[in-house]
Each structure stands twice: as structure tokens, then as C-alpha cells.
């Protein structure tokens, strides 16, 4: 009895002298995942994988480091290593947050852009039941930007969900068929609004950029080769003025998302449709989407998933210059996976993925299996 | 149908008693002015969507350890969520800096005690350990 009053008396002592909860804590956690992968053949290409297996392709650790410095202000950190990019570690997130009032939310630093459902959380494994997200929907080949957002939470009768607003700049590189370019994307904006109510979410965003890409630019294969062609096809379909079509400075692409989910608890399913839309001709629009379904039996959970993207032209002679090109993409995957709950910060998958290439570069594609096993934690 | 409802109902309640839930108090301090809140309320709260209480004033949850009879009961009945569930709910507002899980604050008497003491607090105890020093606002 004495020790529990005494144990008592010392917790009031520390609530007392911390009023404010958590003010002045520094928290600390991280996830990390580490995953096996192999190919059945070599014919296609999917989650960086091949046929001799892989153990860094889907390997990642993120720490961060967050404080609250005063009832409205906070600091984050995350830094992320990944397998996928020898292991090279990269501040994903770094950002000061400014509470206005219980909905406001104002960002600055570096963040991610909120263009699709799993942006948040795009590399906390844990927080979803397949190893990585779909790669055909997933496609923007970075993820965050420096900049500033303005987070507004909504509450009204069954309904909540937030509205963000954002506002940067990303410098760093931009894979494009293989080849890495430096990028200086400009005036990277946009907006995602999301709302549930009871088992039912949804979600749309908007964001658009301006490509500004240096070296090596003007002698490298893939976008270089194009701009350089297009000029000359431009002349031999009579239509010189398209060739202006294929320039990449200071042109906009926009890229548009909207999700559905449900999850009651036992059955859950998430959709996702995606498209982009580029000013240049050099990079052909396209549109991916995928639908995922999962059951939740105790400590374990079956899913199912179908992706699929699909590169389109543009109409008229910049259609017929695109078609010269041979990049186009066509191509979809059937993923079977099961997760299963070790404990309640541990979670082990395994996961079957049929890859279908039915048009890779302009020709006709192949179809490979993919399996990988991952153990998840967050700590 | 109506029979059937309501012997269903007499069964469903004969189970939960037979398979023994304590009954579990939500509790706030006894100078807090807010009396009765639902269901809803509680887990908006809970769950760091709602950051104060019906009259306004500033609302912090805490939580019972991990593996406590209470915290399971509370989880599933007010949150409808399994411990998995709410873990990965949680990570996705950890890693984006977008909210923080309440703080594990031990058992039925160490929550009574902090919640006494900070009419800002809310907490969960078994109805048994409740005393004068706190209010109930729900029970389930």
C-alpha cells in the first residue's frame, strides 16, 4: 500500500511539474523493413528485382526525431536510408510546424507532396498490408520538396478530414528511361482534400510542377535523343512549329489522383486513379490505377491487388512524332499477398506479384513473378 | 422480430457477462466542468481528432499501458480498433508529424491520479477503482 501511494505521489509530482503533457519531450521512433525478393526470369523489369534475389531492394530504416519546443510549435526530422539507393541516407522529411489552432496547421521545410494515398506514410511498410505500394501508380520519381503547407483539419456531424495546401520547389534527380537528370522542378503546387466518415474515405489531390532538367541534357540518351529527333521528324511531317512541342524548360506537368476507401474493420479495400498530363511532348501522358482488397482474420490478413498503367500519345503530328519514339508503356500486375501481425509492432508478408509487360519501349513486352517476403517494424 | 431482437440482445448481454469485461469508467478530473460525453466523443479524442472537450477547454488523453485488461476493453469497445490496427493508425500520423499517440501512464491507479490532478486529462480505469477524486463521463 505505501508503495503504491508513493508511486502515486510521484506521478502526480511528474504531471504536476509537466502540465502541458508532452511540451519539451523529445520523441524518438523509426521504422524499419527488410525484404527478400527474386524474379522468376530477367525478362521485365519490376521493384528493382532479378532472378539471383535481392535483399536491399525493398530495405529501409527511417529514424526521426521530433520536439515539441512550445504549446504551438514543433520540429521533425526523418531520415531515411534505403537499400533501393545504396543506403544512402536522405532527410525525407525536415520541417517546423506552427499550430494556429487546433484545425491550422502551418509547414515549413522540407516535406512530402500529398499526391497520393500512401504519400504520408509512403515508406513506413507497417502502415499497409502489401510490401511496397503498386509501382505502375507510384510513379513520381521523387517524393518530397522543399516549400511550405497549410494543413486545415474539418470536423462536421459524421464527417471529418483535412484540406492541404502546398507551395515548393524540388532539387535533386530525375530518373527518365533509365538515365538521371538534374532537376530543378519550379513552383511545385497543389491541393489534396480528404474526408471520412464512419468505414468510407476519400480523397482527391491536384499538384503541378514546372520541369526545368540541366545535364546531361543536351548529348544523353532517352529525353535528349527525343527533343533532338522530334526536330527532325517535326520537319519531315511538315509541321516544323510541333517540333517546339518537345521542349522541357518551363513547361508545366500536372498530375491528378483520386482514392475510395473502406475498411469495416474485417474487409478493406482501397482504389486509386492517377493521371498525368505533361505540357511537353517528350514525356507522353498516361493514366494508372489500381484496387486492392484485404480480409483481416485475427493475426492475419490475405489481400489481393491489380495495378495497371498505360502511357497515351498526344493527338496530331505530336502524336505520330511520339510513336517514332519507342517509349511507350502498357503494363499491369496481379499481386496475392498475405500479412501476418507477429505482434503489435511487427508484421511479416509474403507476397506473389505477376508482372505483365504487354508494351515496354515502343514493342511488345514479357511477363515475369515476382516474390518477396519482408518483416515490417515500427518502433 | 421483436422477440427475436430482444432475446438476441438478452443473449449478447448474457455473453458479455459471462465472458466477464469489466466494466470500464472514462474518467476526467472532478474539477473538470464537462459532464456526460458519448461514444463519439470519446474517440475523436482518443484518437487526436478532437483536441478539447465539448466546453472548449484543452482535452489530453492517456492511456493505460500496454497489455492492460482496460486498454484492450477500450480499444476494441470505444475504438473499434485491435492493437495492430491502432499501431498503424498511429505511424501514419507519427512519420508525418501529424499527431502523437496518447502517453501510456501505467495502470488503473496511476491514471486515476494523474487524471485528479489536471482537469485538462482524460483517461480510462476500471469501474472498480473509480473514487470522488474523478468523474465519470462514460461507461461502457
Known sequence: ?379 | MKLFKASCSALLISLAASTAFAEISVIVSASNPNSTMDQATVSKIFLGKAKSFPDGSQALPVDQDEGSAARETFNSTVLGKSASQLKSYWSRLIFTGKGTPPKPSGGDAAVKAIVANNPNIIGYIDSSAVDASVKVVHKF
Request: net charge negative; aromatic share 10%.
Open chain 1, 1 to 379: 500500500m505505501k508503495k503504491i501511494s508513493a508511486l502515486s505521489l510521484l506521478t502526480v509530482a511528474i504531471s504536476a511539474a509537466a502540465p502541458a503533457a508532452q511540451a519539451g519531450d523529445l520523441n524518438i521512433n523509426g521504422f524499419l523493413s527488410v525484404g527478400a525478393s527474386m524474379l522468376d526470369k530477367n525478362d521485365a523489369e519490376i521493384a528493382g528485382a532479378d532472378n539471383q534475389g535481392g535483399f536491399k531492394q525493398d530495405t529501409i530504416l527511417g529514424l526521426q526525431v521530433s520536439k515539441q519546443v512550445n504549446d504551438s510549435t514543433s520540429l521533425t526530422g526523418q531520415l531515411v536510408s534505403r537499400g533501393s539507393d545504396n543506403y544512402s541516407t536522405e532527410a525525407a522529411w525536415a520541417f517546423v510546424t506552427y499550430s494556429a489552432n487546433d484545425e491550422l496547421d502551418l509547414r515549413m521545410g522540407r516535406l512530402r507532396i500529398p499526391a497520393f494515398y500512401y504519400s504520408d506514410f509512403l515508406e513506413v511498410g507497417y502502415t499497409y498490408n502489401s510490401i511496397r505500394p503498386a509501382e505502375e501508380v507510384y510513379r513520381i520519381p521523387f517524393s518530397s520538396i522543399d516549400g511550405v503547407d497549410l494543413a486545415q483539419r474539418f470536423s462536421s456531424g459524421d464527417i471529418d478530414g483535412t484540406v492541404q495546401v502546398y507551395y515548393g520547389r524540388y532539387q535533386g534527380d530525375f530518373e527518365s528511361n533509365g538515365t538521371v537528370y538534374e532537376a530543378d522542378f519550379r513552383n511545385v503546387t497543389g491541393i489534396s482534400v480528404s474526408a471520412n466518415m464512419g468505414n468510407f474515405g476519400s480523397r482527391l489531390s491536384y499538384n503541378q510542377g514546372e520541369l526545368n532538367l540541366g545535364s546531361p541534357a543536351p548529348t544523353g540518351t532517352g529525353l535528349a535523343v527525343a527533343q533532338g529527333s522530334a526536330n527532325g521528324l517535326a520537319f519531315l511531317y511538315g509541321d516544323s512549329s510541333a517540333a517546339e512541342d518537345f521542349n522541357i524548360s518551363g513547361q508545366t506537368s500536372s498530375f491528378i489522383e483520386a482514392a475510395l476507401t473502406y475498411d469495416d474493420g474485417t474487409y478493406s479495400v482501397l482504389a486509386e486513379w492517377t493521371a498525368f498530363d505533361h505540357e511537353t511532348s517528350v514525356l507522353l501522358d498516361d493514366q494508372a490505377w489500381m484496387v486492392s482488397a484485404a480480409m483481416r482474420m485475427g493475426e492475419f490478413t490475405p489481400h489481393v491487388r491489380y495495378s495497371t498503367q498505360k502511357d497515351e500519345f498526344d493527338s496530331g503530328v505530336e502524336g505520330d512524332i511520339q510513336k517514332q519514339f519507342g517509349l511507350e508503356a502498357d503494363e499491369s500486375s496481379i499481386t496475392l499477398g498475405l500479412r501476418y501481425d507477429y505482434d503489435s509492432s511487427t508484421a511479416l508478408k509474403f507476397e506473389v506479384q505477376n508482372h505483365d509487360e504487354k508494351t515496354i519501349g515502343g514493342a511488345d513486352g514479357d511477363s515475369v513473378t515476382l516474390y518477396s517476403a519482408a518483416v515490417d517494424l515500427v518502433f
